[in-house]
């Protein structure tokens, strides 16, 4: 097995979407915790990676950038602003992520993705209407973000038709 920073780097070197096939959920966990602990500027979306409830959707997207560059909100939305307005989420920032529909949750993710500048964002184990929604918000911005869809192998018909490259990971086992 090859290491996993060399591993991460083939992934990202291909700089395209691309549908993860693994026969175990252990594999994409491993993943997972791989891309988390890497140096590598890689999002994930996943409800294992929650918001925190007292704080408003601009608050949760921001706190990133408010830790590690010390900006402050206000410098954090204007870096943000066009994004915000392609994903239609100017009317969502000052509400909590619980009350958002799902569609406007998984934008406050991706939101906060870019705003920790991740070009690469991982899906472990979505629904096909996950991808479908984030898929049609990253093609509606100007920004190169690429999705990685971790799937099992059971359920690999499901996603074939998003037509990303599939690479198998079970050579990781």
């Known amino acids: 097995m090859a290491s996993p920073p060399l591993f991460i780097s083939s992934l990202t070197a291909q700089r395209r ?10 594999t994409i966990s491993r993943l997972t915790s791989m891309v988390v602990q890497s140096d590598f500027h890689i999002g994930v979306i996943s409800d294992e990676f929650p918001f925190l409830a007292n704080l408003s959707a601009l608050e949760n997207i921001a706190l990133g950038c408010m830790y590690h560059k010390a900006l402050h ?25 619980q009350f958002l529909s799902r569609p406007l949750q998984l934008k406050v993710h991706l939101l906060r993705c870019i705003a920790n500048e991740s070009s690469f964002i991982l899906l472990p184990l979505p629904s096909r209407s996950d991808c479908d929604i984030l898929h049609r918000a990253v093609e509606s911005l100007k920004h190169s973000i690429f999705l990685w869809v971790a799937c099992l192998s059971n359920d690999q018909d499901v996603y074939t038709s998003l037509e990303y490259p599939i690479i198998d990971l079970n050579t990781l086992q």
Request: net charge negative; with cysteine; charged share 20%.
């Open 73 to 97: 909100l206000p410098a954090c939305q204007h870096k943000l602003q066009d994004v915000i307005t392609a994903l239609n989420l100017d009317n969502a920032l000052d509400q909590r992520t």
């Open 17 to 26: 979407h691309l549908l993860l096939v693994a026969e175990q959920e252990a």
